[in-house]
Every structure is written in C-alpha cells, then in structure tokens.
C-alpha cells in the first residue's frame, strides 16, 4: 500500500513515520548485505531492493497482502524473515503449476506458447529471491483470455497467470485435437505463429453449441446455429445477457467435468463475451464471434 492509501485507511502521521523509519532501516540492512562491502549502490538498484523489500512484507503485489499495522507491532526484521520463509513456499508452488502446465500443455503448436513456458524455466535459473523477490520473466509473450493480475508481483503473479494457463489447457484437452485445430485454422490460419489465444475461439463455439443444446465436444458451429443464436440472445433484456452466458458456461463445464477452478475461469469468459455480443447483435452478424465450420 501507498502512504496515500494508507492515508486514506485512517493511518496517523506517526504511524506512517514509524512504518517509513523501519522501512528505511531494512533497506539499508538489505543494501549492505547486497553491495558485499561496496560504499555504494546505484540508486535505481536501490529502488529495486526496497520494491522486493515492499513485497516480500506484503505492502504490494501480492495476492494475499499483509495487514500493513502488524508491521508496527514486531520488529521488521522478525516479520521479514517470516515472509521470506511464506514466499519461499509461493515459489515452490510456482514452479510446481510451471511443471505442471509443461505437462498438460495441449498438442497444438504455438511459438508464444512455446517460448513463454521456455522463457519462465530460465527465469527459475536466475530468480534471486532473496533481493529482488518482486521480478517476474520479462518474455511473458503468450496472451491469456483472462490475463493475471498486473498488481501481482514474484511468485504471486506467476501463481495467478501459470493457474489461468493451466484452466485453458485443461479445457482444451477434453476436446480432440482436430477438432481444436480446424476452429483455430478458422480464427487464424497462422496460430501457430502469432501471439493469440488458443482457448477462447475453441471455448466460444462450445459455448455457442451448448447454447443451442448440442453437444459442445464436436465444436462445429453451422451458419443456420449462428442465426439461431442471434435471435436467441437478441430477444434477452440488455441486463440478462451476461447471465444467459455464464450459465450456459456453467452448464457447459458441467458437462465436461470440469475442476472447480477450471470451471470458474470458463464461466467467467463466457460472462465477459457479452459485451462483443451485444455489439454485434444489431448488426445481426456474429460471424466474428462464433465461427462456422
């Protein structure tokens, strides 16, 4: 949190005098342990060492964040060392869901795919937790539907964006990989080598098709089923339609039993496509939403 945030949440000047005179003395401890006997550091190096500082504490980026006023209440040091000890798990978890989603990535060619997942196992190589706990691989190219967080720092957005990753390649694994591949042919002839999302193209015509009450697994989507869908969802009120979408993902990952976490994150795109929907639906096209195969 900010000072002005921390303003906002009724903290007095002398709370924030002592919060700020603690803060200042782990830095210096942490710049001395940093420089290894040098006099000096580079002052954006600084500003680094005391952004991990602000995170490994919990003031930001983190999912999770720390009471900011149980920091006046120990010595910062004690409170510091416990985090570390806290983010130490994160890591782990971190690279245990990187490890996971290499293995459950899906059998489809994607460079951005390919290079980010590469690009955050190096990353692991030359992660140094102990002062710059807050950085996150710079070649995070792949483009999720829902992208993580942007307030998440270190091992917290790894956490947030490899668990997203992981949601889409277990979607897209219940469906066979032809299948997959002609919708993604059909949205973009060249997936394999731009940067776009292999889910949300094969997710919108499951939902279109669950919609319609067929099966989703065969992800066709014929012309006649796109103006059926059209003039189902143009008689729904405005406000209904974001509901009529999200229930048709929730049945949708019902049907293919689905986790709970990967079931929230397929109802919560298929809620979030509304908005192009409801654009399209007076121009009675949605042609650049649900694709016909």
């Not at 209440?73 to 409170?79: D, N």
Request: aromatic letters at 8%.
């Amino acid at each position: 949190m900010t000072t002005a945030e921390l303003t906002c949440a009724g903290w007095s000047a002398a709370e924030l005098l002592t919060l700020q005179e603690r803060l200042a003395g782990l830095l210096a401890d942490q710049c001395r342990r940093y420089a290894a006997g040098d006099s000096s550091l580079p002052r954006e190096t600084a500003a680094e060492l005391l952004c991990s500082l602000r995170y490994v504490l919990g003031l930001e980026g983190r999912e999770r964040p720390t009471d900011p006023r149980s920091l006046l209440r120990e010595p910062l040091e004690e409170a510091f060392r416990r985090e570390q000890a806290a983010l130490e798990k994160r890591t782990a978890q971190a690279r245990r869901l990187w490890q996971a989603a290499c293995t459950a990535r899906p059998r489809i060619e994607n460079r951005s795919l390919t290079d980010t997942l590469a690009g955050i196992g190096a990353f692991w190589r030359r992660y140094d937790r102990r002062f710059f706990a807050h950085e996150v691989p710079g070649d995070i190219d792949y483009q999720l539907c829902l992208p993580a967080p942007e307030r998440l720092l270190g091992a917290d957005y790894l956490i947030a964006w490899l668990s997203r990753l992981l949601a889409e390649s277990r979607f897209l694994n219940c469906f066979d990989r032809r299948a997959v591949v002609r919708v993604l042919e059909g949205s973009c002839p060249d997936y394999r080598g731009l940067h776009i999302n292999l889910f949300e193209p094969v997710a919108v015509n499951a939902l279109g098709r669950t919609l319609l009450g067929l099966d989703p697994l065969d992800l066709a989507l014929p012309s006649e089923g796109r103006a059926r869908l059209a003039g189902r969802l143009r008689a729904l009120p405005a406000q209904a339609g974001e509901r009529e979408l999200r229930a048709a993902g929730r049945t949708l990952s019902g049907g293919l039993a689905l986790d709970r976490g990967t079931a929230w994150y397929v109802e919560t795109a298929a809620a979030r496509l509304w908005p192009r929907v409801r654009a399209a639906l007076p121009h009675n096209d949605l042609e650049g939403i649900f694709l016909s195969l």
